[in-house]
C-alpha cells in the first residue's frame, strides 16, 4: 500500500518562504500523478499543485506565482516550495496521488503569522 510522509513545514511570517517535501512509498512512483493537498481548520481538504510524471505542473489560482512543486522521480521525492506566504495559506499540507487519494499520512503544518 502506498504510504506518504511529509515534512518540512512550520511557523513563518507573511512573506515568508517554506520548502516541504513528501516521501512516498509507492510503485511506479515516475509515472503517477502526484499532489500537494491542504486543509485549514475548518474547511475542506483542498488540492493546491499537482504534477505529472513528465514534470506538467497544474496550480490552484489562490497560489499561482507563489508555489512550485518538483519531484524527484529516483528518489520518489515530491516538493512544494512556498514563497510569498500570507496568513491564507496556513494550514495542514498532506501529499497524496492527484486520482484517487489514499492513506492519508499525518501531514506537516505551516502556519503563517506575524
Known amino acids: 500500500q502506498a504510504q506518504f510522509v511529509e515534512s518540512g513545514g512550520g511557523l513563518v511570517q507573511p512573506g515568508g518562504s517554506l520548502r516541504l517535501t513528501c516521501a512516498a512509498s509507492t510503485s511506479f512512483f515516475n509515472i503517477v500523478e502526484m499532489g500537494w493537498y491542504r486543509q485549514a481548520p475548518g474547511e475542506e481538504r483542498e488540492l493546491v499543485a499537482d504534477?505529472?510524471?513528465?514534470?506538467?505542473?497544474n496550480y490552484v489560482d489562490s497560489v499561482k506565482g507563489r508555489f512550485t512543486i518538483s519531484r524527484d522521480n529516483a528518489k520518489n521525492l515530491v516538493y512544494l516550495q512556498m514563497n510569498r506566504l500570507t496568513p491564507e495559506d496556513t494550514a495542514v499540507y498532506y501529499c497524496?496521488?492527484?486520482?484517487?487519494?489514499?492513506?492519508w499520512g499525518q501531514g506537516t503544518q505551516v502556519t503563517v503569522s506575524s
Open positions: 497524496n496521488f492527484k486520482v484517487a487519494p489514499m492513506n
Open positions: 504534477i505529472l510524471g513528465d514534470g506538467t505542473v
